[in-house]
């Protein structure tokens, strides 16, 4: 498709907006295939690099420090006003889609809060994706929690992320077990928590992904806490991710898959099988389950809902040129 042609695809507004901003963008779903069944959103990704540093991310890969970004807070204040004037107030902002908004270097900077209370102030519903919960219960931030704008989306990819039989899912944040102590209590205290497994990785050589068991495990968990709807998504394999994972997976995914605009993807049957225990593990606790952007494997059964937050428009995003990528799990 020529770049024309995406453009196309999305309101002129939208495109104008996005090529004058860079604090707030829209969120591209680039490189996730034309499937992509994502509702246009914004993102606002306060930080350059992520501390967290999981072993299968591009983010940290070239950034051996996390850093604010210069001139953010100006420029997100400007897109906003400009938002504003275009009445694009009916899009969801996603804080942050790109890096941890809650990484540790948020306790000195702030540059999260400060973005999220701006979008929230300006008329914005807000989606978080987090995999460091634990900054919502503290003082500052449970005013934002308050806010009947704000919808929360927490990432756990196995309950042995953190402990040592981990392998590739352990990373610098939270345990699994400590976010799932976080998420029920902001289940207690009425939020509507979502929860992202992401990414399921296959296992092969020295890479050991999540089994079958792990994720039925994981599921159980969450039911029992009270979560009603999980997001889950396989891993895509590009040429910015650590060396490690490029030289353990590279070959598997050209052998079982195909590369789509830069990212290597796994086949559908191999999509399916690794996604499918947590699909029924869903079923069997009244669940509701997301196939993101593998929703494609899924085809024909009515139950698979989008990721849409209440009230979001439903119009989807398609491949743009300027627009930014997102995380592998956040
Ligand atoms: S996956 Fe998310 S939390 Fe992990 S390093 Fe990347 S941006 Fe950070």
Known sequence: MNSKKKIDLLDEKLVNFNKNNWAIKLHS?????????????????????????????????DKEKTGIKPGFRESLKKGIESAKKLNLEDYVVEVSASTDPFQYIEKDK?????????????????????????FLLEKKYLTILQNKNIFIDVTITSLKEGTPKGSIL????????EKIRIISKLISMGKD?????EPV????????????????????ELAKIGVKR??????????????????????????????IEGNYVLNKDLRKKLLTPIYFSCKRNNI?????VDADVFEGIKDIVPCTISGETLKKIRTLNETMHGCPSC
């Open 288 to 292: 509701t389950f997301c196939g993101c």
């Open 230 to 259: 999980i997001i889950a998504k396989t891993l895509r394999v590009n040429a910015w991710m650590p060396e490690y994972i490029k030289k353990n997976l590279v070959t598997f995914y050209k052998d079982n898959g195909q590369l």
């Open 170 to 177: 352990n990373n610098k944040g939270p345990s699994a077990k």
């Open 201 to 220: 990785i296959p296992t092969t050589g020295d890479i050991i992904g999540q089994s079958k068991k792990d994720l039925e495990e994981l599921v159980e």
């Open 193 to 197: 928590i979502r929860v992202k497994i």
């Open 29 to 61: 779903t680039e490189g996730w295939g034309e499937q992509a069944p994502c509702p246009v959103r914004f993102t606002v990704n306060p930080y350059l690099g992520c501390e967290f540093k999981c072993p299968y991310c591009y983010v940290w890969s």
């Open 110 to 134: 702030g540059e999260a809060l400060y973005s999220i209370q701006r979008v929230l102030d300006a008329g914005f519903k807000v989606l978080l994706v987090t995999k460091n919960p634990s």
